[in-house]
């Protein structure tokens, strides 16, 4: 099983794809990678060999950021909108949408479930 920045790429699965897996490759940097070394993107990752292996790792290394390198960056600037008090950083705070939807309806997936609304007992009486 091939071993890249920390993650064990998946057997049986072409190296185009498998290069995915890697937090920070999507398919445009696999491919990307792939040419620059020539190897076949159509490969297995079990047919790779060592070496083939070890080229992948030296291209990724120099010139890509990764995993835990990739997430620290990304979580820091988010870090700094919400220390600046921007407009970005209050929606991150507050865990609302950042770039601009609507909220009204939807919105689901960053406010999460539903709250339903306490009703008190009595309240409506008079």
Known sequence: MARIAGVDLPRRKRIEIGLTYIYGIGRTSSNRILNQINIDP????DDLSEAEINNIRKV????????????????????????LGCYRGLRHRRSLPVRGQRTSTNARTRKGPKRS??????AAKK
Do not use: F, H, P
């Open 42 to 45: 159509n490969a297995n990752t």
């Open 60 to 83: 990724i290394d120099q010139d890509y950021k990764v995993e835990g390198e990739l997430r620290t960056e990304v979580s820091m600037n988010i870090k700094r909108l919400m220390d």
């Open 117 to 122: 609304a306490i009703k008190k007992k009595g």
